[in-house]
């Protein structure tokens, strides 16, 4: 499946393009704002029926008011009573308006609520899944086409559509004759628009997946600008842009042609009405059938219609772009959520993990993780070696349940994971990976990230991460905004702040993925110190593909194909001259190279 479409899913079980199934899946964020949505209404009835009130004043004031023997009230009234219309459509349609637009933005603010919610809340197989920029689309863009529908749309099919029944009802009383012939056009248009209707869904829909797959090139050149320039890849990227950016005028300009041709057909179906209605009038007109005002009021009252029948017709394309966002929005709304897990209360672990018999495996063809198990005692400390792609980051993801595995059980303290509830369960531990991820926020923010800061804390973390100095030296101190992803910091200071915030946390169980993979030696012996007084007294998961970081280990698990091919302390392994004796005699050789 494509990336960008993958949040797609069908709407309370339907099509997610169905209107009626969009209005069904709205009807609760709906329901509670039915007062204002009433008001709403009521006042576009109001600017609806004002439509029809111009022709009514027109037939008196042409039959009465002109002439020497002009009645005095039409002369007057007439013009009086159109200034009142004007003033009482005026107040009408702000009010609408204003209602329509509470409604929508109440609306529209829970549904970003929730899809953020959800985003938050649902597994970490969502994130392998979905790319950023389809998120992004989604919660930040896609959910104001829901508010162009609701606004636009919805106001067209209220308002136009009373007015065009307002209007029909005119005309009706009128002249029953000549309605007949408005009649017998709109189920012409009706199933006209209907064809149309059919490709623009499809068309809304791949425009929507391209839209999306050119923000992810967009977000994968801004990621990896420096690689870009180094391999001079900015024809390449360039190129690919372009491409996709053509791609897609060319959806924009087939979605062009298959909406614009909705309003010239109707406006030709118009005209030919409009013309069969002149000629008949003219014949009836001739047979004193009808009157000078009443013929007016007519040709003026289906002049009118043809107006909200043009909106109405328009609202297409932006009904089904709307449609089509609600795919995106629903789609992720309705995403599972992470397991709540049981509820079975943990304050402080002692600190004991057991992984027993487990399994895993991202997909059938091959297995990440092959009935590993091994047992950490409190206050141990663990390594995990291995090449890569061995399972050893698989592992270690487990126990946090950022994935649950699919046999065996990951314990602590000799209870299963999944029977602890999964706040208190994340309480117990402090995670440093390979991949940083800092906030743009404060260094004291960040360090304790989740918690209210509490500045003695904070620079005690700091200073064992051998990032005091650095930070004293900033005007700002720990209130230093470091930007996007701490860029204002270098690769080893940013390593070092993450490290600080596993320290400020201080929980009992530590998992460091890589924790000293960016810091040059000299940084790297000051944190490795200050780790091993964290380490005391806490259990303590370690991968790390320099082997040197981690020969103090009190015990080290070398992992090979998903399976634990050997264990033992530094000495009894190179002692066994096995994988990680090899593994240890080519860094050696490299470093010494």
Known sequence: MNKSASLRKPIGGTDASSPTAFLKRLWPYIRPLLGMVFLGISTMGIVAATEAGIPMLLKPLLDHGFGAKGSDHAKWLVPLAVVGLA?????AQYASGYFLSYVSNKILLQLRLEMFH??????????????????INAIVFEVNQILSVLQSVVVTLVRDSLTVVFLLGYLFILNWWLTLIVAVILPAIGWLVSKINRRLRRLNREHQALTNELSYVVEETVGGYKVVKVHNGERYEIDRFTDMSHRLRGYSMRMQVSGGLAQPLTQFLASIALAIVLTIAVVQSANDQTTVGGFVAFVTSMLLVISPLKHLIDINQPMQRGMTAAELIFGLIDEPMEPAGGGRHLSRACGEVEFRD???????????????SFKVAPGEMVALAGPSGSGKTTLVNLLPRFFDPQGGQVLVDGVPITEYDLHDLRGQMAMVSQDVVLFNDTIAANVAYGQTPDRERVMSALTAA??????????EGIDTLIGGNGMRLSGGQRQRLAIARAIYKDAPILILDEATSALDSESELHVQAALETLMKGRTTLVIAHRLSTIERADRILVMEAGKIAEQGSHAELLRMGGLYAHLHRIQYQQQTA
């Open 358 to 372: 487990v399994n895993f495996a991202y997909s059938v063809d091959r297995a990440t993780l092959d009935h590993v």
């Open 87 to 91: 003033l009482v459509r005026g107040v």
């Open 466 to 475: 051998n990032l005091a100095d650095v930070v004293n030296g900033l005007p």
């Open 118 to 135: 959800r985003m938050i809340h649902t597994s970490a197989g969502f994130f392998q899944r979905e790319t950023a920029s389809t998120v």
